[in-house]
T-cell receptor
Framework: TQLLEQSPQFLSIQEGENLTVYCNSS?????LQWYRQEPGEGPVLLVTVVTGGEVKKLKRLTFQFGDARKDSSLHITAAQPGDTGLYLCAGGNTGKLIFGQGTTLQVKP | DAGVIQSPRHEVTEMGQEVTLRCKPI?????LFWYRQTMMRGLELLIY????????DSGMPEDRFSAKMPNASFSTLKIQPSEPRDSAVYFCASSLAPAKNIQYFGAGTRLSVL
């Protein structure tokens, strides 16, 4: 059974701080996605990484795919209250996505 | 495009009643997914379709759950009879091959079974 473990589960920080969220698995994935979900809405795709070692940047967000394609990280620089939400990683292989449990981020002004 | 559309947004029902959740995928998308999200179990895949054909229903919890996709623009998830443990948010998502791992989610249906 493929599993994705995210850490930490909860994170509460002050505006302006940096943070990193981790997504780990013992399985290899052909691609890995990061989604953000706000209350009352569905997850929204932030990024897809497909190559081992790949790094993608989206404004203040930096995503990295591990060399062995088993893990990923999301780093947010100078967090803003608008970054508050549930961050989900999801690994894909055969058309199915396996989701991590999510990291709930709260950024206080 | 309007995105993935789900209805109703909220459903409150009593134990034993039949519940039908509806989904309209993004036009042209050929994959459709049904998920369930709870605090305890997170986001779980229930079933997915490719070109209206069910491909993998291994996530469907039990025979009380059934899903259909009669055409490319409509799918239903039915629970009969419903139980309190079915209370959750149910999401529908669609994607376009070959980027089938890039899924677009609807806003979800929050189901409460009393």
């Amino acid at each position: 059974t493929q599993l994705l473990e995210q850490s930490p589960q909860f994170l509460s920080i002050q505006e302006g701080e940096n943070l990193t969220v981790y997504c780990n698995s013992s399985s290899v994935f052909s691609s890995l996605q990061w989604y953000r979900q706000e209350p009352g809405e569905g997850p929204v795709l932030l990024v897809t990484v497909v190559t081992g070692g790949e790094v993608k940047k989206l404004k203040r967000l930096t995503f990295q795919f591990g060399d062995a394609r088993k893990d990923s990280s999301l780093h947010i620089t100078a967090a803003q209250p608008g970054d508050t939400g549930l961050y989900l990683c999801a690994g894909g292989n055969t058309g199915k996505l396996i989701f991590g449990q999510g990291t709930t981020l709260q950024v206080k002004p | 495009d309007a995105g993935v559309i789900q209805s109703p947004r909220h459903e409150v029902t009593e134990m034993g009643q039949e519940v039908t959740l509806r989904c309209k995928p993004i036009s042209g998308h050929d994959y459709l997914f049904w998920y369930r999200q709870t605090m305890m179990r997170g986001l779980e895949l229930l079933i997915y379709f490719n070109n209206n054909v069910p491909i993998d229903d291994s996530g469907m919890p039990e025979d009380r759950f059934s899903a259909k996709m009669p055409n490319a623009s409509f799918s239903t998830l039915k629970i009969q009879p419903s139980e309190p443990r079915d209370s959750a948010v149910y999401f529908c998502a669609s994607s376009l091959a070959p980027a089938k791992n890039i899924q677009y989610f609807g806003a979800g249906t929050r189901l409460s079974v009393l």
